[in-house]
C-alpha cells in the first residue's frame, strides 16, 4: 500500500465507535439500577419514571406504597434524591441538598429521621406517599425533641439498635466489597473493549499515522519533562533566595529590637528629665505665689492698724442703701437669667466633676460664691452634696432660706476670712467674675485657693464673648457687668494664681445654631453668632 493510500485518522468515527460500544454495554443484563453522578434510572430505554427506580419489586406496577428498608438501602446523595422523588414525587433543588447532605453526612441525622421529616412535612402530607413501617421511627424523632428526656431515649434507642448497627455495617461492609467487584469487572470488560477497538484501527484509520503521532506525543512529553527540570531547578534558586531574604529580615528584626530599646530608653530618660524640670518650675511657682500672699497679708494687717478708710477687697462695702436695689435684681433674673428648672438643667454638666473631686478629697463643703436665688445649691442638695451660699443680695438670700439652703448674707471676703485654710472641696462662681475689677477678681482666686483642700477644684462661669453677639450686646443686659472676658484669659489668670489641669467647658448653644450647622451656611460663621453663648473654666489645687 502506498502511502498516499493510507486513510486519514477520522476522530470522529473513532469517539462514535466508543459510544456505540459504551451503549452495548448498558444493554447487557444483570444491574437494574445504574447509579452515576447520583442519578437513579433504569438502564432500558423503556425506563417509566426515575421514581420507579426504586419500587419495592413486590408491589404492582404504579403502586404508591414503599417500605421503608427497601428506601433505606441507598446512601449518601442517591438515598437523598431517591427520598425525594418517592416521597415529594420530585428531584431535591440544589438549596435542599446543601441543607440535608451536611447534617447526614455528620450523622446528626439517620435516614429514617430524614424520611419521617420529608414525608410528615407540609408537602409530604399534600403528597399522601404510604410509607409502611415509618410511623414508629417519625414518634420516635419527634419524642427526641423532648428537654432531657428526648436525650435519655436516644441513648436507650442506640443501645438497643446496636445488634441491628452491627449488621447494618456487615452488610455494608459486604455491599461495598460486592460493588468494588463490580466496578472490577466492569474497568476489565472496557480495558477489553478498548484493546479490541485499539486492535482493529491499524486496519480502519492507518496505523502509521497512529504511530507518527505517538512519537511525536513522544518528543513533546520529553521537551515538557526537559522544561520541568528546568523549573525545578529555577524553584530551588527562588528558594534558596528566599532563605537568604529570611535571614536578612531576621538580622533587620534584631537590629529594629536594638534600635527600639535604645530609642524607648532614651525617651524614658527626656521624659523623666522633663518631669523633673516640670515639678521645680511648679514648685517655684508655688513658693512664689505662696511669698506673695504672705506679703499680701502683712500689707493688709498694716492697714488696718492705721485708721484710715479704706475699701474692702469687694471694692465697695455693703451697706443697707446698697439693699434698696436688690428686690430689681430679683426682678432682672427672672426675666433675663431664666426659670430655676432651666437653670438647674444647664448645671447639671457640673455634676460628674464634683463627683470626681468628692472621691479624691473625702467629703468636703461646697461653697457657691454669688449664689443668687440657689438653683445650684438646690442641685447639690438633691445629689446628696453639702454645699453652702453666700451673697450680697438680701432678698435672694431669704428666697434662699426659705427654699432650706443654708445661704448667708455678706461679702465673700469676709466669709473667707473667718474661714480657715484647706476646708473646702469645691468653690463655684456662676456669672460673679465679670462684675468684679481685676484685683478683686485675683484675691478672689487666691482666697479661694487658700480654702481649698489639695486636690480641691473651682468653677467660675461667665459670658462667652466669642459668641458675637454675646460680646457685643447681650452681656450688657445686665448693667453691673463690667467687662466681658475671653476664655483663655480666665484661663491664665487662674493658672497665674497656681491652678492646675485647668479645662475651657463651652455651654449652651443657641438652639438656632443647631439648625443651622445642617444648612449650607460655613460652620465658622453660625458659631460666631450662634455658638456657645457661656463658658466655665475648671482648675484644681495641687
Not at 279 to 308: E, F, H, T, V
Amino acid at each position: 500500500m502506498k502511502k498516499t493510500d493510507i486513510p486519514e485518522i477520522n476522530i470522529d468515527e473513532i469517539m462514535e465507535r466508543i459510544r456505540v460500544e459504551v451503549e452495548k454495554r448498558k444493554s447487557l443484563p444483570g444491574d437494574t439500577l445504574e447509579e452515576s453522578g447520583g442519578a437513579v434510572q433504569k438502564n432500558n430505554a423503556s425506563s417509566q419514571s426515575q421514581v420507579s427506580a426504586v419500587v419495592n419489586d413486590s408491589l404492582p406496577e404504579g403502586s404508591m406504597d414503599y417500605g421503608v428498608n427497601k428506601l433505606c438501602q441507598y446512601h449518601d446523595i442517591d438515598f437523598i434524591r431517591n427520598a425525594y422523588r418517592v416521597i415529594l414525587q420530585r428531584e431535591p433543588g440544589l438549596d435542599e441538598l446543601n441543607v440535608w447532605l451536611p447534617r447526614f453526612r455528620a450523622g446528626e441525622l439517620t435516614k429514617k429521621e430524614i424520611l419521617a421529616q420529608l414525608r410528615f412535612g407540609t408537602e409530604g402530607r399534600q403528597k399522601k406517599v404510604a410509607i409502611r413501617g415509618l410511623l414508629l421511627p417519625f414518634l420516635l424523632y419527634r419524642s427526641y425533641k423532648i428537654p432531657v428526656l428526648g436525650k435519655l431515649l436516644r441513648i436507650m434507642g442506640c443501645i438497643i439498635h446496636l445488634p441491628l448497627l452491627f449488621r447494618n455495617i456487615q452488610g455494608l461492609e459486604y455491599a461495598v466489597n460486592s460493588r468494588y467487584d463490580q466496578l472490577t469487572n466492569h474497568i476489565a470488560e472496557l480495558k477489553k473493549q478498548i484493546q479490541a477497538v485499539e486492535s482493529a484501527l491499524p486496519q480502519k484509520v492507518g496505523w502509521p499515522h497512529v504511530s507518527s503521532l505517538y512519537k511525536t506525543m513522544q518528543v513533546t512529553d520529553g521537551r515538557l519533562k526537559a522544561t520541568d527540570g528546568r523549573l525545578k531547578a529555577t524553584d530551588d534558586r527562588l528558594k534558596v533566595t528566599g532563605d537568604r531574604l529570611k535571614e536578612t529580615d531576621d538580622r533587620l528584626k534584631v537590629t529594629d529590637g536594638r534600635l527600639s530599646y535604645v530609642i524607648h530608653e532614651s525617651l524614658g530618660k527626656i521624659n523623666q528629665e522633663l518631669t523633673n524640670i516640670d515639678r521645680q518650675a511648679r514648685d517655684y511657682k508655688l513658693n512664689i505665689l505662696a511669698q506673695q500672699r504672705r506679703l499680701d497679708d502683712l500689707l493688709a494687717q498694716g492697714r488696718s492698724s492705721i485708721p484710715l478708710p479704706t475699701e474692702g477687697l469687694a471694692g465697695v462695702q455693703a451697706t443697707e442703701a446698697d439693699h434698696i436695689l436688690d428686690a430689681m435684681y430679683v426682678s432682672f433674673e427672672d426675666r433675663f437669667r431664666g426659670t430655676r428648672e432651666d437653670i438647674k438643667g444647664r448645671q447639671r454638666v457640673y455634676l460628674p466633676y464634683v463627683e470626681k473631686v468628692q472621691e479624691k478629697t473625702g467629703t468636703g463643703i461646697i461653697l457657691d460664691v454669688g449664689c443668687g436665688r440657689g438653683e445650684w445649691l438646690e442641685l447639690l442638695g438633691e445629689y446628696g452634696y453639702k454645699a453652702k451660699g453666700v451673697d450680697l443680695n438680701a432678698m435672694m438670700v431669704a428666697q434662699s432660706q426659705e427654699l432650706g439652703l443654708d445661704v448667708e448674707v455678706g461679702d465673700v471676703f469676709d466669709y473667707f476670712t473667718d474661714m480657715g485654710p484647706e476646708s473646702l472641696a469645691v468653690v463655684t462662681g456662676f456669672h460673679i467674675v465679670e462684675h468684679l475689677p481685676l484685683k478683686t477678681m485675683l484675691a478672689l482666686f487666691d482666697q479661694a485657693y487658700r480654702v481649698l483642700k489639695p486636690g480641691g477644684m473651682v468653677i467660675f462661669e461667665t459670658p462667652n464673648p466669642e459668641n458675637i453677639l454675646v460680646g457685643s450686646c447681650n452681656f450688657y443686659y445686665d448693667p453691673t457687668h463690667r467687662n466681658p472676658i475671653p476664655p483663655e484669659v480666665l484661663r491664665f489668670l487662674l493658672e497665674a494664681r497656681g491652678y492646675e489641669g485647668l479645662e475651657i467647658v463651652r455651654l449652651h448653644e443657641n438652639r438656632e445654631y443647631l439648625e443651622l450647622k445642617e444648612s449650607n451656611i460655613s460652620e465658622k460663621i453660625t458659631s460666631r453668632f450662634y455658638g456657645p453663648q457661656d463658658y466655665s473654666v475648671i482648675g484644681y489645687k495641687a
